[in-house]
Protein backbone atom coordinates (compact mmCIF):
# COMPACT_ATOMS: atom_id res chain seq x y z
CA UNK A 1 0.00 0.00 0.00
CA UNK A 2 1.54 3.19 -0.71
CA UNK A 3 2.86 5.43 2.26
CA UNK A 4 0.26 8.42 0.69
CA UNK A 5 -2.84 6.35 1.81
CA UNK A 6 -1.60 4.68 5.24
CA UNK A 7 -1.35 8.41 5.71
CA UNK A 8 -5.29 9.68 5.01
CA UNK A 9 -6.69 6.18 6.75
CA UNK A 10 -4.56 7.52 9.87
CA UNK A 11 -5.87 10.54 9.91
CA UNK A 12 -9.23 9.50 8.75
CA UNK A 13 -9.69 7.40 12.21
CA UNK A 14 -7.69 9.97 14.35
CA UNK A 15 -10.72 12.45 13.27
CA UNK A 16 -13.39 9.99 13.72
CA UNK A 17 -12.04 9.19 17.46
CA UNK A 18 -11.99 12.52 18.27
CA UNK A 19 -15.79 13.15 17.36
CA UNK A 20 -16.96 9.96 19.62
CA UNK A 21 -14.76 11.27 22.21
CA UNK A 22 -16.60 14.91 22.08
CA UNK A 23 -20.11 13.40 21.92
CA UNK A 24 -19.87 11.24 24.73
CA UNK A 25 -18.63 13.76 27.53
CA UNK A 26 -21.28 16.32 26.45
CA UNK A 27 -24.12 16.08 29.48
CA UNK A 28 -27.37 14.20 28.26
CA UNK A 29 -30.65 16.22 28.59
CA UNK A 30 -33.98 14.59 29.91
CA UNK A 31 -37.35 14.08 27.95
CA UNK A 32 -39.09 17.10 28.58
CA UNK A 33 -42.28 15.42 28.86
CA UNK A 34 -40.08 12.44 31.12
CA UNK A 35 -41.08 12.79 34.98
CA UNK A 36 -38.79 15.05 36.75
CA UNK A 37 -37.49 14.05 40.64
CA UNK A 38 -40.19 15.50 42.96
CA UNK A 39 -39.62 19.12 44.47
CA UNK A 40 -42.93 19.26 46.09
CA UNK A 41 -43.14 16.68 49.06
CA UNK A 42 -45.00 16.36 52.74
CA UNK A 43 -44.63 13.95 55.48
CA UNK A 44 -47.44 13.54 57.71
CA UNK A 45 -47.15 11.80 60.97
CA UNK A 46 -50.76 10.63 62.90
CA UNK A 47 -52.22 13.21 60.63
CA UNK A 48 -50.09 16.50 61.07
CA UNK A 49 -48.09 18.09 59.04
CA UNK A 50 -44.09 17.09 60.14
CA UNK A 51 -41.90 18.04 57.32
CA UNK A 52 -42.41 19.75 53.65
CA UNK A 53 -40.32 21.20 51.11
CA UNK A 54 -40.12 24.96 50.49
CA UNK A 55 -41.92 24.24 47.13
CA UNK A 56 -44.62 22.46 48.78
CA UNK A 57 -45.04 25.25 51.75
CA UNK A 58 -45.07 27.97 49.06
CA UNK A 59 -47.47 25.79 46.92
CA UNK A 60 -50.19 25.01 49.85
CA UNK A 61 -49.50 27.61 52.56
CA UNK A 62 -48.86 24.75 55.18
CA UNK A 63 -47.53 25.40 58.35
CA UNK A 64 -45.74 22.23 60.09
CA UNK A 65 -46.84 21.29 63.34
CA UNK A 66 -50.10 23.47 62.71
CA UNK A 67 -51.97 22.15 59.21
CA UNK A 68 -53.42 18.58 59.34
CA UNK A 69 -54.07 16.26 56.52
CA UNK A 70 -57.83 17.47 55.61
CA UNK A 71 -55.97 20.89 54.65
CA UNK A 72 -53.97 19.33 51.91
CA UNK A 73 -56.91 17.35 50.86
CA UNK A 74 -59.33 21.00 50.52
CA UNK A 75 -56.78 22.05 47.99
CA UNK A 76 -56.08 18.67 46.08
CA UNK A 77 -60.24 17.06 46.14
CA UNK A 78 -60.84 19.26 43.06
CA UNK A 79 -57.85 17.96 40.96
CA UNK A 80 -57.90 14.85 42.67
CA UNK A 81 -60.85 13.59 43.84
CA UNK A 82 -60.15 9.81 45.16
CA UNK A 83 -57.37 11.47 47.49
CA UNK A 84 -57.99 9.19 50.39
CA UNK A 85 -60.26 11.12 53.20
CA UNK A 86 -57.60 10.03 55.99
CA UNK A 87 -53.97 9.85 56.28
CA UNK A 88 -52.95 6.66 57.66
CA UNK A 89 -53.74 3.43 55.68
CA UNK A 90 -54.10 -0.39 57.10
CA UNK A 91 -51.03 -1.60 55.54
CA UNK A 92 -47.66 -0.32 54.38
CA UNK A 93 -48.00 0.41 50.49
CA UNK A 94 -47.88 2.98 48.13
CA UNK A 95 -50.78 4.44 45.88
CA UNK A 96 -50.63 6.82 42.84
CA UNK A 97 -53.35 8.98 41.68
CA UNK A 98 -53.64 10.92 38.34
CA UNK A 99 -55.44 14.36 38.55
CA UNK A 100 -58.54 14.80 36.35
CA UNK A 101 -57.95 17.79 34.52
CA UNK A 102 -54.83 18.89 32.89
CA UNK A 103 -52.34 21.26 34.57
CA UNK A 104 -48.59 21.18 35.99
CA UNK A 105 -49.34 18.59 38.72
CA UNK A 106 -50.97 15.39 36.80
CA UNK A 107 -49.50 12.76 39.60
CA UNK A 108 -49.29 12.27 42.87
CA UNK A 109 -47.30 9.45 45.06
CA UNK A 110 -48.48 8.94 48.82
CA UNK A 111 -46.31 6.28 50.32
CA UNK A 112 -47.26 4.79 53.62
CA UNK A 113 -45.57 4.06 56.65
CA UNK A 114 -47.12 2.96 59.63
CA UNK A 115 -47.95 6.20 61.10
CA UNK A 116 -46.12 8.26 58.75
CA UNK A 117 -47.46 9.02 55.31
CA UNK A 118 -45.39 10.60 52.49
CA UNK A 119 -46.93 12.64 49.84
CA UNK A 120 -45.21 13.85 46.70
CA UNK A 121 -46.02 15.05 43.52
CA UNK A 122 -44.64 14.21 40.12
CA UNK A 123 -44.45 17.18 37.56
CA UNK A 124 -45.15 15.52 33.75
CA UNK A 125 -45.17 19.15 32.61
CA UNK A 126 -41.88 21.09 31.42
CA UNK A 127 -41.93 23.90 34.04
CA UNK A 128 -39.55 25.84 31.68
CA UNK A 129 -42.78 26.68 29.67
CA UNK A 130 -44.59 28.22 32.16
CA UNK A 131 -43.74 32.05 32.84
CA UNK A 132 -42.88 33.38 36.12
CA UNK A 133 -45.63 35.60 35.67
CA UNK A 134 -47.65 33.02 35.78
CA UNK A 135 -46.40 30.90 38.75
CA UNK A 136 -46.91 34.39 40.56
CA UNK A 137 -50.47 34.99 39.87
CA UNK A 138 -50.86 31.35 40.94
CA UNK A 139 -49.34 32.19 44.33
CA UNK A 140 -51.26 35.35 44.43
CA UNK A 141 -54.57 34.01 43.88
CA UNK A 142 -53.76 30.95 46.58
CA UNK A 143 -53.13 34.09 49.16
CA UNK A 144 -55.98 35.56 48.21
CA UNK A 145 -58.21 32.33 48.54
CA UNK A 146 -56.61 31.87 52.20
CA UNK A 147 -57.45 34.94 53.53
CA UNK A 148 -60.74 35.57 52.24
CA UNK A 149 -63.05 35.53 55.84
CA UNK A 150 -66.16 34.33 54.28
CA UNK A 151 -67.21 30.49 52.84
CA UNK A 152 -65.86 29.81 49.50
CA UNK A 153 -67.57 26.41 47.66
CA UNK A 154 -67.74 24.99 44.76
CA UNK A 155 -69.92 21.91 43.44
CA UNK A 156 -69.79 19.34 40.47
CA UNK A 157 -72.64 18.91 38.24
CA UNK A 158 -73.68 16.36 40.31
CA UNK A 159 -73.99 18.82 43.51
CA UNK A 160 -71.06 17.12 45.34
CA UNK A 161 -68.65 19.70 47.32
CA UNK A 162 -65.38 19.22 45.16
CA UNK A 163 -63.47 22.88 46.47
CA UNK A 164 -63.69 24.83 49.52
CA UNK A 165 -61.42 27.49 50.84
CA UNK A 166 -60.00 27.77 54.94
CA UNK A 167 -63.46 29.86 55.71
CA UNK A 168 -65.63 27.23 54.43
CA UNK A 169 -63.86 24.54 56.90
CA UNK A 170 -63.84 26.36 59.56
CA UNK A 171 -67.34 27.22 59.61
CA UNK A 172 -67.69 23.66 59.08
CA UNK A 173 -66.60 23.04 62.05
CA UNK A 174 -67.61 25.24 64.37
CA UNK A 175 -71.41 24.09 62.71
CA UNK A 176 -70.52 20.38 62.97
CA UNK A 177 -67.46 19.59 65.24
CA UNK A 178 -68.35 15.71 65.54
CA UNK A 179 -68.37 15.06 61.79
CA UNK A 180 -65.54 13.21 60.16
CA UNK A 181 -64.55 15.39 57.41
CA UNK A 182 -66.21 18.22 55.37
CA UNK A 183 -67.56 16.56 51.75
CA UNK A 184 -71.32 16.79 53.37
CA UNK A 185 -73.57 19.83 52.41
CA UNK A 186 -73.16 22.65 54.96
CA UNK A 187 -76.67 24.88 54.02
CA UNK A 188 -78.59 21.09 53.84
CA UNK A 189 -82.08 22.85 53.97
CA UNK A 190 -81.16 25.22 51.26
CA UNK A 191 -82.46 24.68 47.86
CA UNK A 192 -79.06 25.61 45.68
CA UNK A 193 -81.11 25.45 42.09
CA UNK A 194 -83.50 28.20 43.32
CA UNK A 195 -81.31 30.75 44.31
CA UNK A 196 -81.93 34.31 42.69
CA UNK A 197 -79.21 36.73 41.70
CA UNK A 198 -79.22 38.39 44.69
CA UNK A 199 -79.04 35.78 46.80
CA UNK A 200 -80.76 33.78 49.17
CA UNK A 201 -80.90 34.31 53.11
CA UNK A 202 -79.82 30.80 55.29
CA UNK A 203 -79.04 30.39 58.53
CA UNK A 204 -76.63 27.57 60.53
CA UNK A 205 -77.30 26.78 64.00
CA UNK A 206 -74.22 27.23 66.51
CA UNK A 207 -73.40 24.13 68.00
CA UNK A 208 -74.01 24.15 71.88
CA UNK A 209 -76.35 27.00 71.53
CA UNK A 210 -79.11 28.36 70.38
CA UNK A 211 -78.02 31.11 68.27
CA UNK A 212 -78.20 31.23 64.52
CA UNK A 213 -75.45 32.52 62.32
CA UNK A 214 -77.57 34.43 58.80
CA UNK A 215 -75.66 34.03 55.83
CA UNK A 216 -76.43 35.66 52.24
CA UNK A 217 -75.73 32.68 49.66
CA UNK A 218 -75.11 33.54 46.42
CA UNK A 219 -74.59 31.22 43.39
CA UNK A 220 -72.16 31.98 40.41
CA UNK A 221 -72.30 29.34 37.63
CA UNK A 222 -69.31 27.84 36.12
CA UNK A 223 -68.47 24.90 33.80
CA UNK A 224 -69.59 21.40 35.27
CA UNK A 225 -70.42 22.59 38.23
CA UNK A 226 -71.38 26.25 40.62
CA UNK A 227 -69.18 28.25 43.01
CA UNK A 228 -71.09 29.69 45.76
CA UNK A 229 -70.45 32.65 48.16
CA UNK A 230 -71.80 32.83 51.58
CA UNK A 231 -71.36 36.60 53.42
CA UNK A 232 -72.37 37.18 56.92
CA UNK A 233 -75.95 38.54 57.58
CA UNK A 234 -75.47 38.43 61.39
CA UNK A 235 -75.44 42.37 61.70
CA UNK A 236 -77.59 43.19 59.11
CA UNK A 237 -80.29 40.31 61.28
CA UNK A 238 -79.71 42.46 64.35
CA UNK A 239 -80.20 45.47 63.06
CA UNK A 240 -83.53 44.12 62.04
CA UNK A 241 -84.55 42.71 65.23
CA UNK A 242 -83.60 46.04 67.17
CA UNK A 243 -85.91 47.89 64.43
CA UNK A 244 -88.60 45.69 65.42
CA UNK A 245 -88.53 46.01 69.17
CA UNK A 246 -88.55 49.50 68.75
CA UNK A 247 -91.21 49.77 66.07
CA UNK A 248 -93.47 47.26 68.93
CA UNK A 249 -91.90 49.58 71.64
CA UNK A 250 -93.68 52.96 70.02
CA UNK A 251 -96.88 51.20 69.25
CA UNK A 252 -96.67 50.12 72.56
CA UNK A 253 -96.39 53.57 73.29
CA UNK A 254 -99.01 54.69 70.89
CA UNK A 255 -101.71 52.52 71.73
CA UNK A 256 -101.90 54.18 75.18
CA UNK A 257 -102.56 57.98 73.37
CA UNK A 258 -105.47 59.91 73.17
CA UNK A 259 -104.31 61.61 69.55
CA UNK A 260 -104.81 59.69 66.79
CA UNK A 261 -101.73 58.81 64.51
CA UNK A 262 -101.10 58.02 60.72
CA UNK A 263 -97.65 57.53 59.64
CA UNK A 264 -97.37 57.36 55.93
CA UNK A 265 -93.54 56.00 54.31
CA UNK A 266 -92.04 57.42 51.17
CA UNK A 267 -94.87 55.68 48.61
CA UNK A 268 -97.78 57.72 50.58
CA UNK A 269 -99.28 54.13 52.06
CA UNK A 270 -99.76 54.00 55.46
CA UNK A 271 -97.22 52.28 57.52
CA UNK A 272 -98.41 52.60 60.83
CA UNK A 273 -101.65 53.53 63.06
CA UNK A 274 -102.75 53.51 66.39
CA UNK A 275 -106.12 52.58 68.67
CA UNK A 276 -107.17 56.10 68.73
CA UNK A 277 -106.84 56.87 65.03
CA UNK A 278 -109.85 53.99 64.43
CA UNK A 279 -111.96 55.60 67.65
CA UNK A 280 -111.27 59.38 65.98
CA UNK A 281 -112.21 58.52 62.30
CA UNK A 282 -114.50 55.11 62.53
CA UNK A 283 -112.20 53.53 59.70
CA UNK A 284 -112.36 50.06 60.20
CA UNK A 285 -109.34 48.35 61.17
CA UNK A 286 -109.31 45.94 58.21
CA UNK A 287 -109.16 49.00 55.82
CA UNK A 288 -106.54 50.33 57.83
CA UNK A 289 -103.81 47.15 57.88
CA UNK A 290 -104.49 46.84 54.18
CA UNK A 291 -102.03 49.78 53.96
CA UNK A 292 -104.23 52.41 52.11
CA UNK A 293 -102.51 55.33 50.50
CA UNK A 294 -103.38 59.15 51.51
CA UNK A 295 -105.98 59.67 48.70
CA UNK A 296 -107.73 56.73 49.99
CA UNK A 297 -107.13 57.60 53.50
CA UNK A 298 -108.54 61.31 52.80
CA UNK A 299 -111.25 59.87 50.98
CA UNK A 300 -112.71 57.57 53.81
CA UNK A 301 -112.31 60.36 55.70
CA UNK A 302 -114.76 62.42 53.88
CA UNK A 303 -117.44 59.34 53.60
CA UNK A 304 -117.46 58.98 57.17
CA UNK A 305 -118.18 62.74 57.50
CA UNK A 306 -115.06 63.06 59.79
CA UNK A 307 -113.61 66.03 57.62
CA UNK A 308 -115.01 69.15 57.05
CA UNK A 309 -117.45 68.65 53.50
CA UNK A 310 -115.59 70.42 50.28
CA UNK A 311 -117.37 73.40 48.90
CA UNK A 312 -116.23 72.34 45.58
CA UNK A 313 -115.93 68.59 45.27
CA UNK A 314 -114.02 69.06 41.38
CA UNK A 315 -111.25 70.69 43.43
CA UNK A 316 -111.41 67.94 46.05
CA UNK A 317 -107.81 66.00 45.06
CA UNK A 318 -106.56 69.32 44.23
CA UNK A 319 -106.99 70.36 47.76
CA UNK A 320 -106.06 66.89 49.27
CA UNK A 321 -102.99 67.40 47.01
CA UNK A 322 -101.87 70.65 48.49
CA UNK A 323 -102.52 68.99 52.43
CA UNK A 324 -100.11 66.77 51.40
CA UNK A 325 -97.67 69.15 49.86
CA UNK A 326 -97.98 71.39 53.18
CA UNK A 327 -97.47 67.88 55.92
CA UNK A 328 -94.41 67.45 53.85
CA UNK A 329 -92.99 70.50 54.77
CA UNK A 330 -94.49 70.62 58.25
CA UNK A 331 -96.93 73.83 57.13
CA UNK A 332 -99.90 72.13 57.58
CA UNK A 333 -102.57 72.67 60.54
CA UNK A 334 -105.99 72.98 61.00
CA UNK A 335 -108.85 72.81 62.70
CA UNK A 336 -112.00 70.68 61.60
CA UNK A 337 -115.52 71.59 62.80
CA UNK A 338 -117.37 68.37 61.94
CA UNK A 339 -121.34 68.09 61.58
CA UNK A 340 -121.93 66.26 64.48
CA UNK A 341 -120.10 69.00 66.52
CA UNK A 342 -117.03 67.92 67.76
CA UNK A 343 -114.21 69.90 66.58
CA UNK A 344 -110.46 68.01 65.27
CA UNK A 345 -107.09 69.69 65.74
CA UNK A 346 -105.19 67.99 62.36
CA UNK A 347 -101.41 68.84 62.23
CA UNK A 348 -99.18 67.25 59.64
CA UNK A 349 -95.37 66.48 59.60
CA UNK A 350 -92.56 65.20 57.79
CA UNK A 351 -90.31 62.26 59.07
CA UNK A 352 -87.27 60.98 58.42
CA UNK A 353 -87.05 59.03 54.69
CA UNK A 354 -89.62 60.93 53.07
CA UNK A 355 -92.33 59.65 55.43
CA UNK A 356 -95.69 62.07 56.65
CA UNK A 357 -97.31 61.57 59.85
CA UNK A 358 -100.86 63.26 60.56
CA UNK A 359 -102.26 63.91 64.26
CA UNK A 360 -105.69 63.95 64.83
CA UNK A 361 -106.69 65.45 68.57
CA UNK A 362 -110.14 65.72 69.34
CA UNK A 363 -110.36 69.45 71.39
CA UNK A 364 -113.97 69.95 71.35
CA UNK A 365 -114.04 70.05 75.21
CA UNK A 366 -110.82 72.59 75.03
CA UNK A 367 -113.34 74.44 72.27
CA UNK A 368 -116.31 74.11 74.66
CA UNK A 369 -114.63 75.54 77.21
CA UNK A 370 -112.87 78.17 75.56
CA UNK A 371 -116.32 79.37 74.27
CA UNK A 372 -118.25 79.34 76.84
CA UNK A 373 -115.26 81.47 79.15
CA UNK A 374 -115.31 83.73 76.27
CA UNK A 375 -119.12 84.42 76.41
CA UNK A 376 -118.63 84.52 80.78
CA UNK A 377 -115.91 87.12 79.88
CA UNK A 378 -118.40 89.39 77.17
CA UNK A 379 -121.01 89.25 80.19
CA UNK A 380 -119.31 90.61 82.43
CA UNK A 381 -117.75 93.45 80.45
CA UNK A 382 -120.55 94.24 79.67
CA UNK A 383 -122.83 94.63 82.70
CA UNK A 384 -119.88 96.64 83.85
CA UNK A 385 -120.22 99.15 80.92
CA UNK A 386 -123.74 99.36 82.51
CA UNK A 387 -122.38 101.17 85.58
CA UNK A 388 -122.23 104.82 85.63
CA UNK A 389 -118.77 104.92 87.50
CA UNK A 390 -115.67 103.94 85.52
CA UNK A 391 -113.83 101.03 86.61
CA UNK A 392 -109.81 100.24 85.94
CA UNK A 393 -108.03 97.34 86.93
CA UNK A 394 -104.03 97.10 87.76
CA UNK A 395 -102.49 93.88 88.05
CA UNK A 396 -99.34 93.67 90.65
CA UNK A 397 -96.67 94.81 88.15
CA UNK A 398 -98.62 97.65 87.13
CA UNK A 399 -100.25 96.59 83.87
CA UNK A 400 -103.66 98.04 82.95
CA UNK A 401 -106.08 94.47 82.61
CA UNK A 402 -109.47 95.99 82.32
CA UNK A 403 -111.12 99.23 82.09
CA UNK A 404 -115.31 99.95 81.42
CA UNK A 405 -116.34 102.40 78.66
CA UNK A 406 -117.25 104.53 81.11
CA UNK A 407 -113.80 104.73 82.72
CA UNK A 408 -112.08 105.54 78.70
CA UNK A 409 -114.75 107.90 77.86
CA UNK A 410 -114.06 110.06 80.92
CA UNK A 411 -110.60 109.76 80.47
CA UNK A 412 -110.70 110.00 76.55
CA UNK A 413 -109.02 106.46 76.58
CA UNK A 414 -109.05 103.76 73.76
CA UNK A 415 -106.82 100.83 75.72
CA UNK A 416 -108.39 97.82 73.93
CA UNK A 417 -106.49 99.57 70.50
CA UNK A 418 -103.07 100.21 71.61
CA UNK A 419 -100.54 97.93 70.55
CA UNK A 420 -98.42 98.09 73.93
CA UNK A 421 -99.56 97.45 77.36
CA UNK A 422 -100.88 100.65 79.35
CA UNK A 423 -99.55 101.04 83.05
CA UNK A 424 -100.21 103.06 86.15
CA UNK A 425 -98.24 104.95 85.05
CA UNK A 426 -98.88 105.96 81.61
CA UNK A 427 -102.64 106.37 83.26
CA UNK A 428 -101.11 108.56 86.09
CA UNK A 429 -100.09 111.30 83.62
CA UNK A 430 -103.41 111.12 81.78
CA UNK A 431 -105.14 111.85 84.66
CA UNK A 432 -102.59 114.63 85.79
CA UNK A 433 -103.08 116.59 82.93
CA UNK A 434 -106.72 116.02 82.59
CA UNK A 435 -107.37 117.47 85.66
CA UNK A 436 -106.51 119.70 88.33
CA UNK A 437 -102.76 119.87 89.97
CA UNK A 438 -103.51 117.02 93.15
CA UNK A 439 -100.26 115.86 95.24
CA UNK A 440 -101.57 112.90 96.08
CA UNK A 441 -101.15 110.83 92.77
CA UNK A 442 -98.12 109.65 93.65
CA UNK A 443 -99.77 107.42 96.26
CA UNK A 444 -101.56 105.72 93.97
CA UNK A 445 -99.02 104.33 91.99
CA UNK A 446 -97.23 103.39 95.17
CA UNK A 447 -100.40 101.59 96.15
CA UNK A 448 -100.19 99.76 93.39
CA UNK A 449 -97.16 98.36 92.97
CA UNK A 450 -96.82 97.75 97.44
CA UNK A 451 -97.24 94.21 98.31
CA UNK A 452 -97.86 92.79 101.79
CA UNK A 453 -101.32 94.29 103.19
CA UNK A 454 -102.94 97.56 101.78
CA UNK A 455 -106.18 99.01 102.94
CA UNK A 456 -108.03 101.04 100.47
CA UNK A 457 -107.80 104.68 100.58
CA UNK A 458 -109.93 108.28 98.47
CA UNK A 459 -108.43 110.68 96.81
CA UNK A 460 -111.07 113.96 96.15
CA UNK A 461 -110.22 115.04 92.53
CA UNK A 462 -111.53 117.93 90.33
CA UNK A 463 -111.33 116.98 86.55
CA UNK A 464 -110.64 119.52 84.03
CA UNK A 465 -114.46 121.14 82.76
CA UNK A 466 -116.11 118.89 85.18
CA UNK A 467 -117.49 118.45 88.57
CA UNK A 468 -115.93 117.06 91.69
CA UNK A 469 -115.00 113.45 91.79
CA UNK A 470 -113.95 111.23 94.23
CA UNK A 471 -111.25 108.24 93.13
CA UNK A 472 -111.45 105.42 95.46
CA UNK A 473 -108.56 102.92 95.31
CA UNK A 474 -109.44 99.42 96.56
CA UNK A 475 -107.02 96.38 96.53
CA UNK A 476 -108.75 93.22 94.85
CA UNK A 477 -107.24 89.44 95.07
CA UNK A 478 -103.93 88.40 93.35
CA UNK A 479 -102.30 91.32 94.32
CA UNK A 480 -104.82 93.91 91.87
CA UNK A 481 -105.66 97.43 92.32
CA UNK A 482 -109.14 98.60 91.49
CA UNK A 483 -109.21 101.90 90.83
CA UNK A 484 -112.81 103.84 91.00
CA UNK A 485 -113.75 106.98 89.58
CA UNK A 486 -117.04 108.48 90.86
CA UNK A 487 -119.38 111.57 91.22
CA UNK A 488 -118.79 112.61 94.73
CA UNK A 489 -122.82 112.77 95.73
CA UNK A 490 -122.17 108.85 94.76
CA UNK A 491 -119.22 107.87 96.59
CA UNK A 492 -120.37 104.75 98.92
CA UNK A 493 -118.07 102.06 100.28
CA UNK A 494 -117.73 99.20 98.06
CA UNK A 495 -118.58 95.09 98.61
CA UNK A 496 -116.02 92.91 98.56
CA UNK A 497 -114.67 92.42 95.04
CA UNK A 498 -116.78 89.85 92.82
CA UNK A 499 -114.30 86.89 91.29
CA UNK A 500 -114.70 88.66 87.58
CA UNK A 501 -112.14 91.13 88.11
CA UNK A 502 -109.76 88.23 88.72
CA UNK A 503 -107.21 88.88 86.14
Same mark, same amino acid.
Given at each position: MPLINVIVILCAALFSAGLALLWLRQPRRKHALQPQEPAQTLLFEDGILHHASAEACARFALVTGSDEWEDLRDQLLETFPDFPSRPTSPSQGEARLRADAPGMTSEVSITWRGAMAHVSFLDTQDR??????? +???? *?????????? /??????? *?????????? &?????LYTRVKPAAAHVDEPLFETLDFDDIPEEGRRASLPISGTKKLDWFNVTKTAVADGAIFNASSLNAVVLAEEAQRNFVQTLAKTFAHLSIGLAIFDRNRQLALFNPALIDLTNLP???LSARPTMMSFFDRLRENRRMPEPKNYRNWRQEIAEVIAAANDGRYQETWSLESGQTYKVSGRPHPDGATAFLLEDISAEVSLTRNFRAELETAQCLLDTMVDGLAVFSATGQLTFSNCIYQDLWCLDTESSFVDFTISDSIAVWREMSNPNKRWQEIEDFVLSY?????? *?? &??? &????? /?????????????? +??????????? &???????????
Open positions: STVSAET +LQEL *DTLRQVNASV /PHPVWRV *DARGKTVWRN &PAYVGAEFGHRQSF *DI &PIQ &PKGGG /PMACQIVPIVSGAT +LVRFCKVSALE &PLPEPVNFLKE
